[in-house]
């Protein structure tokens, strides 16, 4: 089936409230209207926009697994824009990304957080980018459990077993020791998009869909053949508005 170019746009609600385009075009079985979502799946891309929780983990992991029985040897562009959430739900898009035949290629947009850094260091090698201006941030996460001193105990050696495979997954995607990417995460560490690849959580810097920045990112970077300011070489200068 072949998806020709929207011809128009509407707006539906999701069952959380928020808005969501839907796209309407020309397949060969006639017009179709789909969310925004639904069309970018199409497309094998994969949004993670909200906090990870279980319910956002269980859409993530389906789509994962669609998109591998769809077709297992092109690869998956996974977008990342989340503030992080639950380890568990987390760790299972994780282990999906690892399990799944297709490579999962990440890109980090706005915030990738917490877990959101998790998943965006666990891509595949060599296919892990953040766009400019987006935020990374690595620690080591908290826990506001309550309950008896024993309970409280075992709670304690489940966050320290936690912090512990945090940890341990940096270290395996970055190539730091574990006992460097332990010291690291003991208090909220922000990165930049330079300080990300710097780290080695991320592969390279996307400032547009055919470049890949070598050098730290400058609003005057420019497509081939055109100017700083975007224009084409030898192109007239013309009046702003």
């Known amino acids: 089936m072949r998806y020709e170019p929207p011809r128009e746009h509407s707006l539906e609600r999701s069952p959380a409230g928020h808005l969501v385009p839907m796209v309407v075009g020309r397949t060969v079985l006639g017009e179709r209207s789909l969310d925004i979502y639904s069309r970018l799946l199409s497309d094998r891309v994969v949004m993670l926009g909200t906090v990870v929780d279980d319910d956002a983990a269980n859409l993530v992991v389906a789509q994962l697994l669609h998109l591998e029985s769809d077709n297992p040897d092109k690869d998956i562009s996974l977008y990342i824009n989340s503030p992080g959430g639950s380890i568990y739900a987390g760790l299972a898009i994780y282990d999906t990304m690892q399990y799944i035949r297709p490579d999962v290629s990440t890109i980090g947009v706005g915030m990738a957080m917490s877990m959101g850094a998790?998943?965006?260091?666990?891509?595949?090698?060599?296919?892990?980018?953040?766009?400019?201006?987006?935020?990374?941030?690595?620690?080591?996460?908290?826990?506001g459990f309550e309950g008896t001193p024993a309970d409280i105990e075992i709670h304690t050696q489940e966050i320290l077993s936690a912090r512990r495979r945090v940890a341990e997954i940096i270290a395996h995607h970055s190539q730091h020791s574990i006992e460097e990417v332990e010291h690291d995460i003991d208090r909220d560490r922000f990165l930049t998009a330079e300080e990300a690849r710097e780290y080695r959580l991320v592969d390279d810097i996307l400032a547009g869909r055919h470049i890949q920045h070598i050098g730290p990112y400058s609003p005057s970077d420019s497509l081939p053949g055109t100017t700083g300011n975007g224009r084409r070489n030898g192109e007239p200068n013309m009046p702003s508005q």
């Open 118 to 143: 998790i998943l965006l260091c666990g891509g595949a090698p060599g296919k892990r980018f953040v766009l400019p201006n987006a935020k990374v941030m690595i620690h080591q996460g908290s826990s």
